[in-house]
């Protein structure tokens, strides 16, 4: 069935110049192992990976996708074609992988972690590192944390630069080394 509803709205796309929400094929499901109430249901565009919204109910999971729709559209000049597959996009790395050397040995001596254990990309950014639902004082006391340890291990003041990618530090910590 999804294949058909892919295949009806990609022959619709042809009549139009732009396309918004409402033109691409969508489909919900009940999500059988969810955990937590706020992920009950999921919804996705069909044949296009990554894009889905998840809710307590199948509405709010078509709610939350629209939402990730608009936030796509927004930060891109083309929408892919309704009903086309489109892959799962991986964020580009150029700029973080310059600093490899210097992410592996932060990642050991700062966060305590294995660099090669995780996917960071050149917009990865402490923010992602905090826990989930963590209050503004735990982000507060692990910024003050990450300041303080980096300022001790390197000699490299990263206060202005804290919220920047964090390639953008690591090249802070290697033009100062």
């Given at each position: 069935?999804?294949?058909?509803?892919?295949?009806?709205?990609?022959?619709?796309?042809?009549?139009?110049?732009?396309?918004?929400?409402?033109?691409?094929?969508?489909?919900?499901?009940k999500n059988p192992n969810a955990g937590e109430s706020n992920v009950a249901f999921g919804?996705?565009?069909?044949?296009?990976?990554?894009?889905?919204?998840?809710?307590?109910?199948?509405?709010?999971?078509?709610?939350?996708?629209?939402?990730?729709?608009?936030?796509y559209k927004g930060s891109n000049n083309e929408l892919p074609r309704p009903g086309t597959?489109?892959?799962?996009?991986?964020?580009?790395?150029?700029?973080?992988?310059?600093?490899?050397?210097?992410?592996?040995?932060?990642?050991?001596?700062?966060?305590?972690?294995?660099?090669?254990?995780?996917?960071?990309?050149?917009?990865?950014?402490?923010?992602?590192?905090?826990?989930?639902?963590?209050?503004?004082?735990?982000?507060?006391?692990?910024?003050?944390?990450?300041?303080?340890?980096?300022?001790?291990?390197?000699?490299?003041?990263?206060?202005?630069?804290?919220?920047?990618?964090?390639?953008?530090?690591?090249?802070?910590?290697?033009?100062?080394?």
């Amino acid at each position: 069935m999804t294949k058909i509803k892919a295949f009806i709205k990609r022959i619709k796309s042809y009549s139009k110049k732009e396309w918004s929400f409402d033109d691409y094929p969508t489909e919900s499901w009940k999500n059988p192992n969810a955990g937590e109430s706020n992920v009950a249901f999921g919804a996705s565009i069909v044949n296009w990976s990554g894009m889905v919204g998840h809710g307590e109910t199948p509405n709010k999971a078509l709610t939350a996708l629209k939402d990730s729709f608009k936030l796509y559209k927004g930060s891109n000049n083309e929408l892919p074609r309704p009903g086309t597959k489109v892959p799962l996009k991986f964020a580009s790395t150029s700029n973080i992988d310059k600093f490899e050397n210097t992410a592996v040995d932060f990642f050991k001596n700062i966060l305590n972690l294995n660099y090669y254990d995780g996917f960071y990309s050149d917009g990865s950014i402490f923010a992602y590192f905090e826990p989930p639902n963590s209050d503004e004082i735990a982000s507060k006391k692990m910024k003050k944390e990450i300041i303080e340890r980096t300022f001790s291990c390197y000699n490299v003041d990263i206060t202005d630069i804290y919220d920047e990618p964090l390639w953008k530090i690591f090249e802070r910590i290697k033009t100062k080394i």
